[in-house]
C-alpha cells in the first residue's frame, strides 16, 4: 500500500475496527430517492425532501441507548447537507454521540478498490446473507442460512477484512435478527466480526409507526431503538 502513510493506514483500520466494536453494526440509512419512494409509499406518506428528512430524524435522534448498539451509519448524499428541527446537521448529531458516519459510493469506486489493491484491514464488506430466493418454495432454517452464508464468506474473504456487516435484504426484522444470530454462532471459524449494516430491519417498524404524523414520533424512535438492542442482546443486560 504504498500510497498509505503508516497514520493513514492506523486510522482506516481503527474507523473499520470501531463500527464493527462488539455489539456494534451499522445503520443503512442510505436509501436513494427512489428507494424511499417505495418505503414511504407503504405508509402512505409523500416523498419529500422534508419528509425523507423528518423520518431520517425520527432514527437520528434516539436517545443514547442506540449509541452502544450503532458504529456507524451510512448517509444518502442528500442526508450530508440536512439538518434537525433545531438546526443542528445531521453529521454533527450522529458524530457527537460518537458514531461514524459515512456516505454510499455506489460500482466504480469498488472496481478501482479492486484494481489499486486497497488496504483490506481499513474496509468492511456489506453483503447479502445467503438466503432462498421469495420465490423459492423450500423452507431452509436459520442455521442452514448461517452455513451457507459463512461458507460462501470464508471461501471469498480475506481474514485481513475486520468485519462483515450483512445487509437484511428485504428480510422482515424478526428473519434478519434470527439469521444473524445463527450467523453468530454457526460452528465454522470466522475471522471476521460478522455483525449488521441494515436498512429496512432496523426501520420497517420505525416507519410503521410514523407514518407521516408528528405525534408518532417518539413511538417511532422507541420502535427504532427496540430493534437496534434486539440485535446483540447479551450485549445489553441492563
Ligand atoms: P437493507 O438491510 O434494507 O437490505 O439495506 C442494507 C444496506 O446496507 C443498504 O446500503
Known amino acids: 500500500f ?3 502513510s503508516e497514520a493513514q493506514k492506523r486510522e482506516l483500520h481503527e474507523t473499520a475496527l470501531r463500527i464493527v466494536s462488539p455489539g456494534k453494526g451499522i445503520l443503512a440509512a442510505d436509501e436513494s430517492v427512489g428507494s424511499m419512494a417505495k418505503r414511504l409509499a407503504q405508509v402512505g406518506v409523500e416523498n419529500t425532501e422534508e419528509n425523507r428528512r423528518q423520518f431520517r430524524q425520527i432514527l437520528f435522534s434516539a436517545d443514547d441507548r442506540i449509541n452502544s ?11 450530508l447537507y440536512q439538518h434537525s428541527d433545531n438546526g443542528v446537521p445531521f453529521v454533527k448529531l450522529i458524530r457527537d454521540r460518537g458514531i461514524l458516519v459515512g456516505v454510499k459510493v455506489l460500482a466504480a469506486v469498488y472496481k478501482a478498490m479492486s484494481d489499486h489493491h486497497v488496504y483490506l484491514e481499513g ?6 446473507m445467503v438466503t432462498p430466493g421469495h420465490s423459492c418454495p423450500t423452507k431452509y432454517s436459520p442455521e442452514e442460512v448461517a452455513m451457507a452464508s459463512v461458507t460462501a464468506m470464508r471461501r471469498t474473504v480475506p481474514p485481513a477484512v475486520p468485519g462483515i456487516c ?5 428480510q422482515s426484522e ?6 444473524l444470530s445463527a450467523i453468530n454462532n454457526c460452528p465454522l ?10 436498512g429496512r430491519a432496523l426501520q420497517a417498524s420505525a416507519l410503521r409507526a410514523w407514518r407521516g404524523h408528528k405525534e408518532n414520533e417518539k413511538t417511532a424512535t422507541e420502535q427504532f431503538i427496540k430493534r437496534a438492542e434486539v440485535l446483540f442482546p ?5
Open 166 to 170: 450483512f445487509l437484511s435484504g428485504g
Open 174 to 179: 424478526e428473519e434478519a435478527s434470527i439469521h
Open 2 to 4: 504504498p500510497t498509505l
Open 69 to 79: 448498539c450503532i458504529g456507524g451509519v451510512i448517509f444518502f448524499h442528500e442526508t
Open 123 to 128: 474496509t468492511l464488506l456489506k453483503p447479502n
Open 234 to 238: 447479551d450485549m445489553y443486560c441492563r
Open 189 to 198: 471459524a470466522k475471522p471476521w466480526v460478522l455483525t449488521f449494516s441494515f
